[in-house]
């Protein structure tokens, strides 16, 4: 970001930043303009990486977690609860908040400092303009795939018996999951599902060269929906899976929680159906009428 920053007679101010970028570069459009106005203003891309990651992070987990919790204490949707003998308390989940909010600090925090370094190390690109729309598009549906890849192996051998009780009991604390339970888990288990995350765009970066941290949050913020939404609890008749039958959604996950077998992927059923370990009333029907006719 040397284009600006390095001029002395630039305002010190965030938006004096801004006004600046467009003064001197009319090509740029408003998101390009706020973004590239903070990278000068931090000074410091560490530090501007890191904190931007960090507060996104927080800012959608609970924000997306915030309807779930108000739908749950105020007992809208109740037909729509998938166990709908289970609702969580609001106790409950503040106890769960207070586990990922104390997991978010102590082992998420120095990790997302690694972030830009590694980020500068494989060539992701933090610089203006943006990637477009198609390029943006494209390398996230292929995060999608690699991902739900990644977490279905890894996860499956989280319920191998010593893995499971060292690691991935945590996970399954409950048995009736709900939007803040995405991330209650292990700080391993964070870091090996979480390398899905990160580092699947990383490796894609590393042999195409071709990535935009900008892409990389949207693809974050994206499979975050998923997961939250995934442990919600709740199916509705406009849940997408009704329109994309390989979409997992919470119907999936909520089995897995419950009956602790099954379902191992994240936003895909491709992987369980093709490996067998599908659970749903139809798959279990299926695998009695195979066993009979044996
Ligand atoms: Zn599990
Ligand atoms: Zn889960």
């Not at 309807?67 to 969580?88: C, E, T």
């Not at 199916?235 to 039958?245: K, N, R």
């Amino acid at each position: 970001m040397s284009l600006y920053r390095n001029s002395t007679a630039l305002p010190l101010t965030y938006w004096g930043q801004f006004e600046a970028l467009g003064e001197f570069n009319s090509n740029l459009n408003i998101p390009e303009r706020l973004w590239a106005a903070w990278y000068a203003w931090m000074q410091n891309d560490v530090l501007a990486t890191g904190i931007m990651s960090f507060m996104m992070h927080e800012m959608v987990y609970f924000g997306r977690s915030l309807p779930w919790i108000l739908i749950d204490s105020m007992g809208f949707f109740k037909g729509y609860k998938i166990q709908n003998n289970k609702i969580p308390t609001l106790k409950e989940q503040w106890d769960c908040a207070k586990f990922v909010l104390l997991s978010h600090f102590t082992v998420e925090l120095p990790q997302i400092w690694l972030f830009h370094p590694m980020a500068q190390f494989f060539g992701l690109s933090t610089s203006i303009p943006f990637p477009s729309l198609w390029t943006m598009a494209y390398q996230i549906a292929i995060f999608f795939v690699m991902e739900d890849t990644w977490h279905y192996f890894s996860h499956r051998a989280l319920h191998w018996g010593p893995l499971y009780k060292a690691i991935h009991k945590i996970h399954h604390q409950y048995s009736a999951p709900f939007g803040l339970a995405a991330e209650y888990a292990s700080p391993i288990e964070v870091m090996i599902l979480g390398f899905g995350t990160v580092g699947c765009p990383i490796v894609w970066c590393a042999f195409t060269g071709d990535l935009h941290i900008l892409t990389m949050y949207i693809w974050i913020v994206l499979r975050l929906f998923q997961a939250i939404d995934a442990h919600s609890g709740y199916e509705f008749p406009w849940s997408l899976h009704h329109f994309l039958p390989f979409w997992a959604g919470a119907d999936h996950h909520d089995l897995h929680h419950e009956k602790f077998i099954g379902n191992y992927s994240s936003s895909f059923r491709w992987w369980d159906y093709v490996l067998d370990t599908e659970y749903n009333p139809e798959s279990i029907k299926k695998r009695r009428a195979e066993k009979k006719a044996q």
